[in-house]
């Protein structure tokens, strides 16, 4: 059982490198375009990057399940139950917040016939920026969680 455990951690690391990390970068690379094909590009390589944060989150949400399910004292414990409730809200950040804002911003790529980037698209760059930094620092809150334990 302390094997199959251990295996978990072991996981659950890996998969908070590839659920988390690159989640950190998507809006830098969004912000260094600067003309609507290098924002097209940019909106590429981000998607095919969320393909492997999805892996990485959903993996990151079984293992650290599995984990309390073999040590129910996970449950108990403070600082495991806030990481799961703020993992759900980052979760549901993404199709509630973050999702209809990237659509908008994606029909005005799709639809901009110059190279200059439209003011609608920055000024919803910019709520979404603050969406994206939310959940980038609720993230390191659950981060820090995992780290220190501290309740």
């Known amino acids: 059982m302390d094997a199959i455990y251990q295996c978990l ?5 890996f998969s908070a490198v590839l659920g988390l990390g690159p989640g950190f970068v998507f809006f830098y690379i969004k912000r260094s375009a600067h003309t609507i094909t290098e924002l ?3 909106y ?3 998607q095919r990057l969320h393909r492997v944060v999805m892996v990485g989150g959903f ?3 079984i293992t650290g399940i599995l984990m309390g399910a073999l040590n129910p004292v996970l449950f108990q414990q403070g600082w495991y139950l806030a990481c799961l409730i703020l993992f759900l809200l980052g979760l549901a950040m993404g199709p509630s917040i973050l ?3 990237t659509k908008r911003m ?3 790529l799709t639809t901009c016939k110059s190279e200059e980037i439209p003011e609608e698209y920055k000024a919803l760059a910019q709520q979404l920026l603050r969406f994206e930094l939310l959940l980038n620092a609720l993230f390191l809150i ?3 969680l995992m780290i220190l334990k501290p309740f």
Do not use: D, G, M, Q
């Not at 951690?9 to 690391?13: D, E, F, S």
């Open 9 to 13: 951690v072991v996981i659950h690391i």
């Open 44 to 46: 590429f390589i981000t």
């Open 106 to 108: 994606k029909y005005i």
């Open 99 to 101: 999702a209809p804002r």
């Open 40 to 42: 097209r590009h940019s």
């Open 142 to 144: 659950i981060l820090a």
């Open 59 to 61: 993996s990151l949400l």
